[in-house]
Each structure stands twice: as C-alpha cells, then as structure tokens.
C-alpha cells in the first residue's frame, strides 16, 4: 500500500515497478520447481478526484510476472559444434594446435566464475609427451598459464590431466563462452609416440570422483556442483 495517494490524470496510465529482496532462508525452486507468480494485484481502492465517486477496482487478482527462485546458478558444459575434425598429425610440425572447443553456458539465474579447470586427453600412458604447452582461449585472449604436458598418472585409467588452476573466466548470466584447447606436437626425440591417438574431453570425474571444473555463482557465493553443473562434453 502506497504511503501517499497516487495520482493519475484523466485519460492517462500509470504503470509500478515492485522490488522486493530474496530471503536467503527462501525455498529454492517452489511451486514444483516451476516458475510461478511472487506478485498479484488483488485489489485498488480509488476515487474520483472530480466526482469524489468511488473508483475501486473489483476484479479477480491480476498474476504479474512469474519468476523462478533459485539457491545458485546452473554451468552447462558441452562440446562446441565447431569443435576439430578428427585429423592426423606430423611429429613436431604444428604449435598452438586446436584440439578441441567446449562450451561453457551459464542459466539465467546468475554469473559464474570458474577458478580451475581440468582437460582431459584419452590416450595411452606411453604417449602423455606427444603433446605439450597447452594452453585454453576464450576468442584470441589465452586463459590462464600455459601447462607443459598432460599428466602421466592416468588418474582413471584412461585419461591423462592438464589442470589450469588460479582462473577467474566469468560466465556472464543467460550467456554461453567457447572454451578453445590449443597445444604443440612434441618432436620424436622429446617424447612423442607414432601412431597415438587423443581424444579431449572435460569430465564429471576426473579421478577420485572430482569434477573437472571449479565453479562458484557470482551472486549467490554457492559452489556450482552436482545437480548444477552439467556436463555434455567427453
């Protein structure tokens, strides 16, 4: 209720803006996890500034529009429709290689801020030194350190790690960000194995059940894992 009279003119409309906060001891996902309607308009009491008539207003509850609550964000991660073509390589002939795109698309909820991630290479343990120097790119711009080589430890049993750890990419809310994996073909005599194969992947377990992403809601502070975080990408 308006703590003054509001008045519209003859002829004329009038239209309010409601703001409210969100209690953190709110239920995320109410109404059946649906979106639903927070704001009615149940009723206007009014009068005629000429006449002194009543102007109330008697209709049914006016629904506003409908919002969804939400304890965090949502990070989904899956493989670029642009992602390489499987090809074959010469030893120690190609730098800044592009292995492979991921995207990374926040909901609408909020925007999301991942400190690590993890690139996984599926590929025999013997070959972990065909490729070296990777690095991640969001469009030109490199992100991160440049990791030297692919973890030797095959931490599950398939996959070796580059872990790029200390990030701060920024997934801006109801927006999507291609994350591009680049690396060099290691020469023979550095390490590199004919006839290996590599296949890239972001997991939802890259060992001892860890995800191969560490994300946080920009707004909410909350960690994005588990039922928030989905992965489309290996």
Do not use: C, W
Not at 28 to 49: I, K, L, M, P
């Amino acid at each position: 209720t308006p703590a003054v009279a509001i008045r519209v003119n003859a002829g004329q409309q009038a239209a309010f803006d409601v703001y409210a906060d969100i209690k953190s001891s709110g239920s995320a996902g109410d109404a059946g996890g649906t979106a639903f309607s927070t704001v009615r308009a149940t009723s206007v009491t009014a009068t005629g500034v000429s006449t002194s008539q009543s102007a109330n207003a008697s209709s049914p509850d006016v629904a506003l529009q409908n919002v969804y609550i939400a304890s965090a964000g949502n990070l989904t991660v899956a493989i670029d429709a642009d992602t390489s073509a499987a090809q074959q390589l010469v030893m120690g002939d190609v730098n800044d290689l592009t292995l492979a795109k991921f995207k990374l698309t926040a909901d609408a909820s909020e925007d999301i801020n991942l400190s690590e991630i993890t690139v996984s290479d599926n590929t025999s343990s013997a070959a972990t030194g065909t490729l070296r120097n990777i690095k991640l790119f969001v469009g030109d711009v490199q992100v991160g350190q440049t990791v030297s080589a692919f973890s030797n430890t095959i931490t599950t049993t398939t996959y070796a790690n580059a872990v790029f750890s200390g990030l701060s990419l920024n997934i801006p809310r109801n927006t999507s960000k291609v994350l591009v994996v680049k690396a060099n073909v290691s020469p023979y005599a550095e390490g590199a194995v004919t006839a290996s194969t590599h296949t890239f992947a972001l997991l939802v377990d890259k060992g001892s059940a860890v995800e191969s992403i560490t994300a946080k809601g920009v707004s909410s502070g909350s960690s994005i894992t588990g039922a928030s975080l989905d992965y489309f990408a290996s």
